[in-house]
Structures are given as structure tokens and as C-alpha cells.
């Protein structure tokens, strides 16, 4: 079962201690209790930041939700799902994609394509590269995203608890 929170909320310590971290831990006991496995949808941070917390960038906000995610997960010894990760990466070797709608919260196509590879990814434990369903991406747009999404989880597995 996925658990995902309120993108701000993540990334500000106050929400996720008296917020997040509470909620979370109920949930996962439930989702537990009923024979599930939890994961953690580390969310990606809004392009422009959240300057009114001092996150003057999408790097800087999503560092902190990063942090808000992993404490949470690492405690409960629950999976993460790292999106925003995966977007870091991918702005950082393609600045030119097209991940959020113009609000700068939302993801476009692209971000959701590059988010349903990363959940392939952890919940199969293996690349999503060379598949072949491509949402209506060119072929170059969806192998960068599928090679991006399986370099983000399968490089770094025991970051995600996928131990």
C-alpha cells in the first residue's frame, strides 16, 4: 500500500514531526496488521521551491523532503519509493525535460511516467529499462526515464530499504 503525504508537509520538520510522523505510524501498524507492505512515495519538491519556509529551490526543498521521508521509513523499517530523487537525477542530466505542469507542483506526463517506473522499479526490484509501454513518450524520452527511475532505486537499495 502506498502512503503519501502532502508535499509540503515532508519538507517543513514541525508538520512532518506533529503531521506526518504520528499519521505514519498508524498507518503502517495497519497496513501491517492486514498482511500489506507499506511504501513510502518520497514525493519531488515544487520546481521553484517553497519560499516561504526558506526553500529557495527545487533542490533545497527536495533535500528536506528526503529527510522527512527517510527518518519515517527508516524507523518503521518501511520500503521508499524515491521519486524526487529520481527527478533530482533527471533535471540534473537533462534540464530541458518537461517533469511539472506550469502550477510547478504537479507532474506532467513525463513526471508521472518517470513516477510509475520508479514504483516498477521497487516493487519488481529491477530496471524498468526496455519497457515497452511508453504513455505517449518518444522512445529517446521514456528509455532516459526508465534508465533514470532503475539507476535512482537499483543503485542505492539499501537507501530505500529494499533489503
Not at 527508516?74 to 525535460?97: C, D, F, I, R, T
Not at 510509475?116 to 524520452?141: D, W
Request: aromatic letters at 10%.
Amino acid at each position: 500500500m502506498v502512503l503519501q503525504e502532502q508535499s509540503e508537509i515532508p519538507a517543513i520538520d514541525n508538520s512532518r514531526s506533529t503531521s506526518m510522523y504520528p499519521a505514519a505510524r498508524t498507518l503502517v501498524s495497519q497496513i501491517e496488521g492486514a498482511g500489506a507492505t507499506p511504501i513510502f512515495f518520497l514525493t519531488r519538491a515544487h520546481r521553484e521551491g517553497l519560499l516561504d519556509f526558506g526553500l529557495q529551490d527545487f533542490q533545497t526543498m527536495q533535500f528536506q523532503i528526503d529527510i522527512g521521508y527517510m527518518r519515517i521509513a527508516q524507523e518503521l523499517s518501511a520500503l521508499m519509493a524515491p521519486v524526487g530523487y529520481a527527478w533530482l537525477l533527471a533535471q540534473g542530466q537533462n534540464s530541458k525535460l518537461d517533469l511539472w505542469q506550469p502550477d510547478g507542483s504537479h507532474p506532467t506526463e513525463q513526471g508521472t511516467y518517470l513516477a510509475a517506473c520508479v514504483f516498477y522499479a521497487v516493487i519488481f526490484r529491477q530496471s524498468p529499462k526496455g519497457l515497452t509501454y511508453q504513455a505517449g513518450l518518444t522512445t529517446e524520452t521514456a528509455t532516459f526515464l526508465q534508465q533514470i527511475a532503475g539507476t535512482a532505486v537499483l543503485d542505492n537499495p539499501t537507501q530505500w530499504n529494499l533489503h
